[in-house]
């Protein structure tokens, strides 16, 4: 499954962006979905993920701020990021797992300054 992702950027402490991820094979609708997000000189972490019946999850630190969603038709994730703090700041990256196989996109870059 190839993903591609979308939207990231530079913005202001307090802003807001949107990310996006598009699959390009017709079995995104099976395949949970979610957001990591590597910061500089850390790990990957997971910030947020949604199953194939839409049930969401986050981690501590993003709840709250930013909500994750994906539209079947469209075969696209979305993550909705607002009141952005420099700490997260980091390369985001989309992922898939569809039955035993996982998937991962290329990332893009969010800067918070």
């Known amino acids: 499954v190839q993903l591609v992702e979308s939207g990231g950027g530079s913005v202001q402490a307090g802003g807001s962006l949107t990310l996006s991820c598009v699959a390009a094979e017709n079995i995104f609708s099976s395949c949970g979905m979610g957001w990591y997000r590597q910061a500089p000189g850390k790990e990957r972490e997971v910030i947020s993920g949604?199953?194939?019946?839409?049930?969401?999850t986050y981690a501590d630190s993003v709840r709250g701020r930013f909500t994750i969603s994906r539209d079947n038709a469209k075969k696209t994730l979305y993550l909705q990021m607002n009141s952005l703090e420099t700490e997260d700041t980091g390369v985001y990256y989309c992922a898939a797992v569809c039955g035993s196989s996982g998937y991962w996109g290329q990332g893009t870059q969010v800067t918070v300054s």
């Open positions: 949604i199953a194939t019946d839409g049930t969401a």
